[in-house]
């Protein structure tokens, strides 16, 4: 979540591969609400809405290690299909932390929310900026996606976003050049090694990643490259004669894997990288199960390899 406009905002802009009003609907129905609503792992119950200026919307939040989190959101503007305005992050015993703004604009069938949280100082912007990532809470509008993609098309995606303080064509960089992937892509305490890299569109590569224990091999096939806004490549793991295998510690996860890269622009040297991952070709309906019950892993190894990247990026500057 990066800040925009005031210092005492936080702005977020997602675009989503739906209609405007079924993005809205996601958002404004109980029952829908409920499947995506909250950071992965999360559980939603929804006790009343009431949706209109002056209505609520009282809710539990229901965590992963069974704390329960009591709010009351309360309208105060309700644009059907366009706008709301609301207050977030209080209920009966506590007041709002913030004020949030969203605002859903159609763009030939897809749609861009943007979103924006008012704080009552700088400083509180930026301590809910830390506590939003450390809760995962960005995961919300990954999951918003998600839900987006399963409704539409029946497919099951992973997806996760984060914003980098860099140039667009900085971080297409980090993500096209072997050298600068090796340098945070592994998982975290893995180093990597490239054995070939050719990537360009209809290129491929290998690599290898290693600890002290064990020793990972992997290919991909880039099946698209567009500087500097889109990369789209197969992924799986292979021996070290580059012959496909399983994943090592994993025997049940989908042999392919298709991974799309997407790159926007936020603003002045601020650049939001996308990545959708989902199983390709052939999977077998436990090798599905394996990939959506591994959610919460997949954000966990894609936010220390993120965590990684903004510190490779912040040595640069």
């Known amino acids: ?13 997602r675009i989503y591969e739906a209609p405007v009003k079924v993005v809205w609907e996601a958002w404004t129905d109980p029952k829908q609400v409920a499947q995506w609503w909250g950071p992965r792992g999360f559980t939603l119950t929804t006790h009343s809405k009431d949706l209109r200026p002056g209505g609520h919307w009282a809710y539990t939040m229901h965590g992963p290690d069974g704390t329960n989190y009591e709010n009351k959101a309360i309208y105060h503007e309700v644009e059907k299909y366009s706008r709301l305005v609301y207050d977030h992050g209080g209920n009966d015993e506590r007041p709002p932390l913030f004020r949030v703004t969203v605002t859903f604009e159609e763009i030939k069938g897809r749609t861009k929310m943007e979103m924006t949280m008012a704080l009552a100082s700088p400083e509180a912007a930026e301590e809910i900026r830390k506590f ?49 992937l090796a340098q945070w892509l592994p998982p975290t305490g893995f180093a990597m090694e490239f054995l070939q890299a050719d990537i360009r569109t209809g290129g491929s590569s290998m690599y290898a990643m290693f600890n002290g224990q064990i020793r990972m091999y992997g290919r991909a096939k880039y099946l698209e490259i567009l500087a500097p806004d889109r990369i789209v490549y197969t992924q799986q793991f ?15 996860w989908p042999e392919t894997m298709l991974t799309v890269v997407s790159f926007i622009e936020e603003g002045s040297g601020q650049t939001r990288v996308t990545v959708t991952w989902e199983p390709h070709g052939e999977c077998s309906q436990e090798e599905m199960e394996t990939f959506i019950k591994g959610r919460a892993g997949m954000t966990g190894g894609w936010t220390g390899s993120f965590d990684k990247l903004e510190e490779v990026l912040s040595a640069r500057r």
Request: proline share 6%.
């Open 132 to 180: 939003i990532k450390k809760a995962g809470g960005e995961s919300t509008w990954d999951r918003l996606g998600e839900f987006l993609a399963k409704e539409r098309s029946g497919k099951e995606q992973f997806i996760i976003n984060r914003s980098f303080a860099a140039p667009l064509k900085v971080l297409f960089d980090m993500w096209t050049k072997p050298e600068h």
């Open 1 to 13: 979540m990066s800040a925009k406009n005031l210092p005492n905002e936080l702005y977020l802009s």
């Open 238 to 252: 292979c021996n070290e004669k580059g012959q496909v295998s399983r994943h090592p510690l994993a025997p049940t």
